[in-house]
């Protein structure tokens, strides 16, 4: 039993026995950035994904700067009046709380995109990193790295010209949720993968994240600490027109080191001439003064390495399959709602809710019925998984206010597209006392939604690397679940400040390996809220 199974203990059950360091008080006025800084790169701006077209058999560079600035650029200023901890400093410019169509825990954004863009490309061939406060690439590495990358993945058959490569920047999380980060940034990861594969699917282009691969061959490239920061998650991207780059030939030039690729002379940030591994030379500019260091945090991401030879065979996954929706006779839900607003409107029009949610105006049938089939349908789309692999969540709902359902807590049941009794009577008591936090008030959410994967079954089945995919999952799914509520014109809200013991024991989850890992509160706002409108200021 690896360590992973561990840090899933100590996760499961910090809200009755805290993680260290137990005190812990994050120094806000010596934060981190929200994004990595590479003073010395060359800075391309995007261009406008107005420009981007229909969209063809693979991706263009107007799309995936489209799909950057839905996903994780700033799309506006957050200045509402709500219930949240930050509300007295979002006037200020230089706390400014910035929205995007991506979820992060506690705002805080610390998932680095990478570009390894390959030759024949729009750009010259080269590793580039997404900043987004500026929509702009930055240049950290010339010459084609792709064959670097794909030898990386240890992935049979022949390579791609264009990579995108998630890391985290571990620091820009662990200077407020220290030893608890892993939890929340692996989660983040997983909201962004799912994002670019609601914006990629109804453009008829295809997003299957890597998860598995040489994560330490790849922090060389990137020139990163093994300690400082991981490597998530590798997506390969069909480019258009571009045929699939492969392994140089036998005996033939290193595409990473072809003449005037990174050779001998070359500049900084291209790669050295004398070693056959490429490798960043730029480095990211701290703003914290000071940088701590914590041990779990350390011990979990050692746990969690990546290693190609580690990748699940197929069907390994089966036996940490959901189990069969308990409770008791099925209540039918109606068809799914349909969406006023597309994918795109609805990711600009996400944010979080933060108390200011209405219990007097009830949630429709039809629209809790899109949020529980969504999520249901939510998968990583990983290669552990595979297209027709086992589903992992399960999925619960504290009803509230929901129009002919019946306030009680129940199992949502995919198959029956039904709701199984687990608990009857109004849960709103149980909500609020189970809720670390005074941010919301869960009773006046229309339903809150709990996940909850077999993690445990999980790490038996794939190692101590599942724990990755595991919170990546319930990333996703948080992330259909925000631009499902948005979509529909609802409010929404995700929390981990829950006591997730209390809600195996209210559930009766005890013995079968079931973890809530996340609440997920769906309702309507109170009308006429107070907010300022920066764009027209």
């Known amino acids: 039993m690896g360590h992973a199974h561990d840090y899933a203990d100590a996760i499961l059950h910090r809200g009755r026995t805290p993680m260290e360091p137990v005190d812990f008080v994050p120094d806000w006025a010596d934060r981190p950035r929200k994004a990595k800084f590479y003073p010395g790169a060359q800075v391309l701006p995007l261009p406008d994904p107005a420009g981007a077209g229909a969209a063809g058999p693979g991706f263009t560079l107007p799309l995936l700067s489209g799909m950057l600035q839905d996903s994780y650029g700033l799309t506006g200023r957050r200045l509402g009046v709500q219930a949240n901890t930050d509300l007295a400093a979002l006037p200020h410019y230089t706390q400014a709380n910035w929205s995007r169509g991506t979820a992060s825990g506690g705002g805080l954004y610390p998932v680095s995109v990478y570009w390894a863009a390959g030759a024949g490309g729009p750009l010259t061939p080269g590793l580039y990193h997404y900043a987004p406060h500026r929509h702009a690439v930055g240049r950290l590495l010339t010459g084609d790295v792709t064959g670097e990358v794909h030898r990386a993945l240890g992935t ?13 920047k571990y620091w820009q999380n662990a200077f407020k949720y220290n030893s608890f980060s892993f939890h929340a940034v692996s989660m983040d990861v997983g909201a962004l993968l799912q994002t670019w594969r609601l914006w990629a699917a109804p453009r008829g282009l295809r997003i299957a994240p890597l ?15 093994a300690r400082e920061e991981g490597i998530f998650a590798v997506v390969p991207l069909e480019w258009a027109g571009e045929p699939e780059a492969g392994e140089p030939e036998a005996g033939g030039p290193d595409p990473a080191h072809r003449p005037g690729a990174g050779g001998a002379g070359g500049g900084p940030g291209e790669a050295p001439a004398a070693d056959r591994s490429p490798a960043v030379t730029h480095q990211d500019v701290e703003r914290s003064r000071t940088v ?5 945090l350390h011990r979990i991401h050692e746990a969690t390495l990546g290693r190609a030879g580690d990748r699940p065979a197929p069907g390994a996954l089966d036996a940490a399959a959901a189990l ?7 209540v039918p839900l109606p068809p799914p709602a349909a969406a006023p607003l597309g994918v795109d409107g609805a990711l600009r029009a996400r944010r979080s809710s933060f108390g200011r949610f209405d219990g007097g105006r009830e949630v429709t049938a039809g629209q809790l019925a899109a949020a529980l089939a969504d999520c249901a349908a939510t998968s990583v789309g990983s290669e552990a998984e595979g297209p027709d692999g086992p589903r992992l969540p399960a999925l619960y709902a504290f009803v509230n206010h929901v129009e002919g359902v019946a306030p009680g807590a129940y199992a949502y049941d995919p198959a029956a597209h039904a709701l199984r009794p687990v608990v009857p009577g109004p849960p709103g008591p149980f909500l609020q006392r189970t809720y670390f936090l005074s941010n ?4 006046q959410a ?30 996703a799914l948080a992330q259909t679940f925000y631009t499902t509520a948005a979509a529909h014109g609802l409010g929404a809200g995700v929390a981990l400040g829950f006591d997730n013991i209390s809600y195996i024991e209210e559930l009766g989850l005890a013995g079968t390996g079931e973890a809530p890992l996340l609440i997920m509160l769906l309702g309507h706002e109170r009308p006429g809220p107070a907010d300022f409108r920066h764009e027209i200021a």
């Open 156 to 168: 049979a058959g022949p390579g791609h010209g264009h990579y995108l490569v998630l890391g985290v």
């Open 211 to 225: 998860l598995w691969f040489d994560e330490e061959r790849l922090a060389r490239l990137l020139g990163v600490g």
């Open 292 to 296: 701590l260091e914590f041990e779990t």
């Open 324 to 330: 069969p929706p308990r409770g008791g006779d099925p």
């Open 440 to 443: 919301y008030n869960l009773e």
């Open 446 to 475: 229309g339903a809150v939604l709990v996940p909850t994967v077999r993690t445990t079954a999980v790490l038996d089945a794939v190692g101590d690397r599942g724990y990755r995919l595991v919170n990546a999952t319930i990333g």
